[in-house]
């Protein structure tokens, strides 16, 4: 039985292969001497520059702890003034005593002789003087009477209280529609200081005195150099 043929292989992709490899180690070698290593160092080296500029600065350490103030000593006692001894004085001297010598009283004088006085009787007491009479009682002031007072000044209303008519127009006007009762109000009035201090309705229907009171209130008067003027008036009412 024949044997079989095997093809030899071709050499040339072997060395095209081989071409290949030694080309590339070329290059690379070639890169290497031209610079290129150089820019990688620098890339490499700039990364890690600009990895440690970023980084974050330690916190600074902590201030160390102040230390205690220690409060002064207090001072020191002042030393006692030692005090002198007490002058104890020496002893007085024992008195001697001495024998006094005798004294003779003197002789007591001789006794006068008493005579017998008789006592003076009392003298009577002179009499005593009469009393003056009483005064008289004094006779009684009569009080002063009281003071009477003077009687108003009468005066026209015209003349102390000009302009009265319009106001008593104003104040009655629609009083006779109201009541419907005809009839004539007298009023007094009382002027004092340029001002009525008093008023009094003396008659006439009691429907209009309300109204005749407010008019005279409403006047304006003088007292025409008096204290006090005495002003009558008459209100009439009746249908028109």
Same mark, same amino acid.
């Given at each position: 039985?024949?044997?079989?043929?095997?093809?030899?292989?071709?050499?040339?992709?072997?060395?095209? @292969?081989?071409?290949?490899?030694?080309?590339?180690?070329?290059?690379?070698?070639?890169?290497?001497?031209? @610079?290129?290593?150089?820019?990688?160092?620098?890339?490499?080296?700039?990364?890690?520059?600009?990895?440690?500029?970023?980084?974050?600065?330690?916190?600074?350490?902590?201030?160390?702890?102040?230390?205690?103030?220690?409060?002064?000593?207090?001072?020191?006692?002042?030393?006692?003034?030692?005090?002198?001894?007490?002058?104890?004085?020496?002893?007085?001297?024992?008195?001697?005593?001495?024998? /006094?010598?005798?004294?003779?009283?003197?002789?007591?004088?001789?006794?006068?002789?008493?005579?017998?006085?008789?006592?003076?009787?009392?003298?009577?007491?002179?009499?005593?003087?009469?009393?003056?009479?009483?005064?008289?009682?004094? +006779?009684?002031?009569?009080?002063?009477?009281?003071?009477?007072?003077?009687?108003?000044?009468?005066?026209?209303?015209?003349?102390?209280?000009? @302009?009265?008519?319009?106001?008593?127009?104003?104040?009655? +006007?629609?009083?006779?529609?109201?009541?419907?009762?005809?009839?004539?109000?007298?009023?007094?009035?009382?002027?004092?200081?340029?001002?009525?201090?008093?008023?009094?309705?003396?008659?006439?229907?009691?429907?209009?005195?309300?109204?005749?009171?407010?008019?005279?209130?409403?006047?304006?008067? /003088?007292?025409? @150099?008096?204290?006090?003027?005495?002003?009558?008036?008459?209100?009439?009412?009746?249908?028109?």
């Amino acid at each position: 039985m024949p044997l079989p043929e095997f093809e030899t292989p071709s050499r040339a992709p072997r060395w095209v @292969g081989a071409t290949a490899v030694v080309g590339l180690h070329l290059l690379a070698g070639w890169a290497l001497m031209s @610079g290129l290593a150089r820019q990688t160092v620098e890339t490499v080296r700039q990364t890690v520059e600009m990895a440690i500029i970023d980084a974050p600065a330690p916190p600074p350490p902590p201030p160390p702890p102040r230390p205690k103030e220690t409060p002064p000593p207090p001072p020191a006692p002042a030393p006692k003034t030692p005090q002198p001894p007490a002058v104890v004085p020496p002893p007085p001297a024992p008195k001697v005593w001495a024998p /006094q010598p005798e004294i003779a009283p003197p002789p007591a004088p001789a006794a006068a002789p008493v005579q017998a006085v008789q006592p003076e009787p009392p003298r009577p007491a002179p009499p005593a003087p009469p009393a003056p009479p009483a005064p008289p009682a004094p +006779a009684p002031v009569a009080a002063p009477a009281p003071a009477v007072p003077a009687a108003p000044v009468r005066a026209e209303v015209g003349l102390a209280c000009p @302009g009265y008519a319009q106001i008593i127009q104003d104040t009655m +006007a629609g009083a006779f529609d109201r009541y419907g009762i005809t009839g004539v109000v007298k009023v007094r009035m009382l002027v004092r200081g340029g001002q009525v201090v008093e008023t009094s309705v003396l008659s006439g229907p009691r429907e209009y005195h309300r109204l005749a009171v407010s008019a005279a209130r409403r006047m304006k008067c /003088q007292a025409s @150099g008096a204290d006090e003027v005495q002003v009558n008036f008459e209100i009439s009412l009746r249908e028109e």
